[in-house]
């Protein structure tokens, strides 16, 4: 997928803002978002990856200055500790995380785009969706299809050192066990429960912490514009997802979702599914069409989806991600 707040150059020959008023250079100029500032910032921190401390045994682990801002969230249990995505792949994660916890280390992702799973070849241990479409995004990502992401003015000021701009790609990898809707993992002394929800991509997975009300959401929510686009989106899949989230969301406090904020109060997630059924019933237009890509803001949640995905239609998926 591309940049959240602004359509960069791996998605358009020409920097062009979704919604007026906002450029990634003026998210740049403000960092850290609102949502991170009030959270206590990590000594795990390094130069390109900011570690926020979102909650009791999680540490979010944020790229702010790329503008895809993607967030790892690290859970740690008693026993091990379970590590929700591996970022961009820009610069190694392993080294920041084990800066946090001597912990084993599991890896599962959100879902298997590339802004997701590009530090999982650091680990051995990882967790996976049994589908095609996970599979064939196991063989990594090419340069060309993720060069834009590197590009000069993905970045807020230059590119980081140690980052081939010219060669960057995300490193195949592969899954040692593979998970299922409604499977708990055991971190000793906290239970995450996974919810495979699929929409964003058919892989999709949540993770609940039902003790502590924590919800993590990956790309199905996040704080920021929702990206409903790609070929292998499906929107009726989506709305089934949002609706079972909801029905769990009063017994949560926080969402955290795998972009740009990392940790938001709940009740988002019924905001989405109000402004969802309005997007899907055809009655709203979009403020902007660009390139295929239609932007809307309904009652403050934004979607950029397309017609083929508004009409319901799906990509062919066994082959992996579109790199849409
Ligand atoms: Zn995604």
Not at 15 to 44: G, M, Q
Not at 124 to 152: C, P, R, W
């Amino acid at each position: 997928m591309c940049s959240m707040l602004v359509i960069l150059s791996s998605c358009m020959s020409e920097e062009t803002t979704y919604i007026e008023d906002s450029s990634f250079a003026d998210i740049c100029k403000n960092l850290p978002v609102e949502a991170n500032r009030k959270l206590t910032l990590s000594d795990a921190s390094s130069d390109w990856f900011q570690v926020y401390e979102a909650y009791e045994g999680i540490y979010s682990i944020v790229e702010s200055y790329q503008f895809q801002m993607s967030i790892s969230h690290l859970i740690l249990g008693e026993k091990r500790a379970l590590l929700f995505d591996t970022g961009m792949g820009i610069l190694p994660i392993k080294p920041i995380v084990e800066r946090i916890t001597n912990l084993p280390i599991t890896v599962l992702n959100s879902h298997t785009h590339f802004d997701h799973v590009g530090g999982n070849a650091e680990f051995a241990e990882i967790l996976a969706i049994d589908s095609l479409y996970t599979k064939s995004n196991m063989q990594g990502f090419k340069h060309e299809e993720i060069a834009g992401d590197v590009a000069s003015d993905a970045f807020c000021g230059e590119a980081p050192i140690g980052l081939n701009i010219n060669t960057y790609h995300t490193r195949s990898w592969s899954a040692n066990g593979y998970v299922s809707d409604g499977q708990e993992i055991d971190l000793g002394g906290r239970l995450l429960e996974v919810m495979h929800v699929p929409g964003h991509t058919p892989d999709a997975v949540a993770l609940v912490d039902r003790e502590n009300g924590l919800l993590f959401t990956g790309d199905t929510y996040y704080d920021d514009n929702l990206w409903l686009f790609s070929p292998e989106t499906n929107l009726d899949d989506y709305t089934n997802t949002i609706d079972r989230l909801v029905k769990i969301e009063d017994k949560i406090k926080y969402l955290f979702g795998a972009h740009t904020s990392a940790r938001v109060d709940a009740g988002k997630l019924a905001q989405v599914k109000a402004s969802l059924a309005k997007l899907r019933s055809g009655n709203i237009s979009p403020v902007k069409k660009i390139d295929g890509r239609q932007i809307y803001q309904i009652d403050g949640v934004n979607f950029v989806t397309s017609k083929f995905a508004l009409e319901g239609k799906q990509g062919d998926t066994s082959k992996g991600a579109s790199g849409l």
